[in-house]
């Protein structure tokens, strides 16, 4: 698949300000970091807590037919036998023997050089959005070199699973830029494994789990058996997920030791399921509207029905302009019954339900929405990110950056200021303000330097409002200036009209 143009630095800017303001670091920093493995600091973890929040309480709690579970990491081992991991969760990767570096087979390209008929060599290139202009570049050069006259063929990439045996020894490898050190592609297991109880030999052998679905699944009977369901109905679960990925990258779009929240949504098998995958679809998209997404930077991806799994009757991806382009932010699936199937074979447990309404029995088919809790917190800051001009406090205009956070997920809603530090009479009210404000949300109390800059600290970390404390509050009507973080825009408003104002905009 090929990615769509990236925004020039707008990762690096990104991950910059995540850094320096304590959102996300590398993991293992102090020993060099640890590819594909990130750690939350303080804004991060809150920000994340708020969008799996939002996520449960909209999917959950305000729906009277979906369930919720939390099911362990470490599961029976015969539950990935049964789901297909253990044979076929892998990617194809291959190996440069030369610089020892390894690639995902379906992201390495390569093109032969085709010269008035004659293949003169070959180019390769990593996926990236620029990288059919690498690949022609590259071809250019190999002409130049070979002083080769005549037109040169167009340069038609194509990923290395396509590549034929013959080809491997003469496509060059990208580390080194020369032929012969790339294998032959090979399926590379993802699942993580561990050893589970005292014995060391394979009967110990266990994993970690690649995806919260499987956990769902396992339940799916259990759940039933409580008698709280009936069809069609949903299990949701948010939790750590672990794939050995070959390539981790892009930040935390890709990493090794995730975040998912996943539903699995059962459905009669004689259920029109068109219509129902249309409904989560726009459900979908909906919710990613409802956190601060923009509308038009959501595409779907319908995966062809060729390239579809033998299990999956239709698969459609919810894509976002990522900063290094439209990747896959939300899969959105309908796998039959090919799970429930699975285990009632591998465990020998019957998997039917009871249909009260129409009173057959049946196993029931499914609707997978399943979301990465990164991802979307990378497309958060990705729609979020966002540098102005606005004037200072001496009327001066000046460069900012803010990150427009919708007050539903951001991680600290409003900034408590008093206009002066060393008036008690301004602190001693904008505290007591502060702590009734912190028994309902996470707010900030910030008296230090002048109120142009606390506003932009404040603004740089995606803090929606800013309420002042100034003279007028003790000395006249006890009402505060509230601040709007995107326009700079402030009114005054009495202490009933502001936790109104807060409640609608935060939890509404
Ligand atoms: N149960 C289905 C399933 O796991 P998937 O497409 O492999 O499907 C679902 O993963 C979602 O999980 C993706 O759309 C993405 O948001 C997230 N995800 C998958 N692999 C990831 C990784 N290595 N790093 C971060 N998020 C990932």
Redesign the pocket.
């Known amino acids: 698949m090929t990615a769509k143009a990236s925004s020039d630095g707008l990762m690096e800017e990104i991950v910059g300000l995540c850094k320096r303001r304590g959102f996300i670091f590398p993991s293992s920093e102090i020993y060099g970091g640890y590819n594909g493995f990130y750690d939350y600091g303080p804004l991060g973890v809150e920000l994340r807590n708020n969008i799996k929040q939002t996520w449960w309480r909209d999917m959950v709690q305000r729906r009277d037919d979906i369930e919720g579970l939390d099911s362990t990491i470490i599961m029976h081992p015969d539950i990935w036998k049964a789901s297909g991991h253990v044979d076929g969760f892998s990617d194809p990767m291959v190996d440069c023997r030369e610089s020892k570096l390894r690639y995902r087979a379906d992201q390495l390209f390569f093109a032969p050089v085709i010269v008035a008929g004659e293949t003169i060599g070959y180019v390769s290139v990593v996926e990236c959005p620029e990288q059919q202009e690498i690949a022609e570049k590259a071809a250019a050069d190999i002409k130049r070199k070979a002083a080769k006259q005549g037109t040169l063929d167009p340069i038609v990439l194509k990923d290395y699973t396509e590549s034929k045996p013959e080809e491997y020894d003469l496509i060059p490898s990208p580390a080194t830029g020369k032929p012969g050190s790339l294998t032959a592609p090979r399926e590379f297991k993802l699942m993580f494994e561990t050893k589970v109880g005292p014995l060391a030999d394979e009967s110990a052998v266990a994993y970690l789990r690649p995806?919260t679905?499987q956990g769902i699944f396992a339940n799916y009977k259990n759940i039933v058996d409580t008698g709280r369901v009936k069809i069609p109905f949903g299990i949701a679960q948010i939790g750590k997920?672990f794939?050995n990925?070959i390539t981790?990258r892009n930040f935390?779009?890709?990493?090794?030791e995730?975040e998912?929240m996943?539903i699995e949504f059962f459905i009669s098998p004689n259920a029109d399921w068109k219509t129902l995958h249309r409904e989560w679809i726009d459900t979908c998209i909906d919710w990613l509207v409802s956190i601060g997404l923009p509308r038009e930077g959501i595409t779907e991806d319908i995966h062809p029905e060729d390239k579809l799994a033998f299990y999956s009757q239709a698969t459609t991806?919810l894509m976002f302009q990522f900063p290094h382009g439209e990747q896959?932010?939300?899969?959105i699936?309908c796998r039959g019954d090919y799970d429930l199937m699975q285990h009632q074979k591998h465990s020998g447990k019957s998997m039917t339900i009871f249909d009260e309404t129409s009173k057959e029995k049946y196993v029931p088919h499914v609707i997978?929405p399943?979301?990465?809790v990164?991802?979307t917190l990378l497309a958060v800051l990705t729609a979020a990110y966002t540098i102005d001009e606005v004037p200072n406090d001496k009327g001066k205009v000046e460069q900012r950056t803010l990150l427009k956070f919708s007050p539903k997920i951001a991680p600290v809603k409003a900034a408590i200021f008093p206009l002066l530090k060393n008036k008690p009479e301004l602190v001693e009210r904008a505290q007591a303000l502060y702590k009734k404000l912190l028994r309902r949300w996470n707010v900030f109390y910030d008296a230090s330097g002048a109120i142009g800059r606390r506003y932009r600290r404040q603004d740089e970390i995606g803090t929606p409002f800013g309420i002042t404390i100034d003279f007028d509050t003790i000395e006249k009507d006890g009402t505060v200036t509230l601040r709007d973080r995107d326009t700079c825009e402030q009114r005054r408003v009495t202490e009933d009209e502001l936790f109104q104002f807060l409640e609608e905009q935060i939890d509404g």
């Open positions: 995806e679905a997920a794939r990925e981790p935390i779009f890709r990493s090794r995730f998912q996943e991806d896959e932010l939300w899969g699936a997978e399943s979301l990465g990164d991802r």
